[in-house]
């Protein structure tokens, strides 16, 4: 039994922590509850339309709906820092599965568009309804930035191989 105490007690300042966190993602989602978690497709579209000035990798994305970042060593390392810097790490986990956001590391999602590219882009840069902020939106990341994000959450996948949908 005393080896379950030592654990449990370590855990509060992390419970505390995901608390506060909890609370900052209610309030952040309150405080845009009027922008645009749920976009029409015109935006969606309007936001993946190429621009002069796009990133050579951020064109590419546009026009095939993958990411060419993903499995580039360079760029999963930058999209760890980038997701340590905004916080992603704090709300799903160091390793990505799970704190107070969901795991984003089975396949197994709540949105399912997230196993695609397109989807995880639309997701990261709109927000949802239930406590993800809308970071492209809001200008807090860059397409490029939110396209390194995603190239480091797909490096952590860990289902099957076979089951992986964005390829
Ligand atoms: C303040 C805490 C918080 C931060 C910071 C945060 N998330 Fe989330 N995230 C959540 C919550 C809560 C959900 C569940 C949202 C819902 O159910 O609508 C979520 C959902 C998601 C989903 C959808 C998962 C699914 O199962 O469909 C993805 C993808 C995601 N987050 C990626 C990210 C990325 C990438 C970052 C950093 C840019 C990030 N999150 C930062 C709290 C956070």
């Not at 820092?81 to 916080?87: E, F, P, S, T």
């Not at 704090?90 to 089975?106: A, E, F, K, R, V």
């Not at 406590?131 to 490096?155: C, N």
């Amino acid at each position: 039994m005393k080896k379950w105490c030592a654990p449990r007690l370590e855990r509060r300042p992390l419970a505390r922590l995901s608390t506060t966190l909890a609370i900052l993602a209610l309030v952040a989602a309150a405080s845009h509850s009027s922008s645009s978690a749920d976009p029409g497709d015109e935006e969606i579209a309007g936001v993946l339309t190429p621009k002069d000035g796009d990133p050579p990798a951020v064109g590419r994305f546009k026009e095939s709906g993958k990411n060419p970042y993903n499995k580039d060593p360079g760029a999963v390392a930058e999209g760890f820092r980038l997701a340590r810097a905004v916080a992603c790490t704090h709300c799903h986990g160091s390793d990505l599965s799970g704190l107070i956001g969901p795991d984003l590391t089975s396949g197994h999602w709540r949105y399912p568009r997230n196993g695609t590219d397109k989807g995880l882009f639309q997701t990261v840069y709109f927000g949802t309804n239930g406590g993800m902020a809308a970071w492209g939106t809001v200008g807090s990341l860059t397409e490029d930035e939110i396209l390194k994000i995603m190239a480091f959450v797909r490096s952590q996948y860990r289902g099957e191989p076979a089951a992986v949908t964005w390829e």
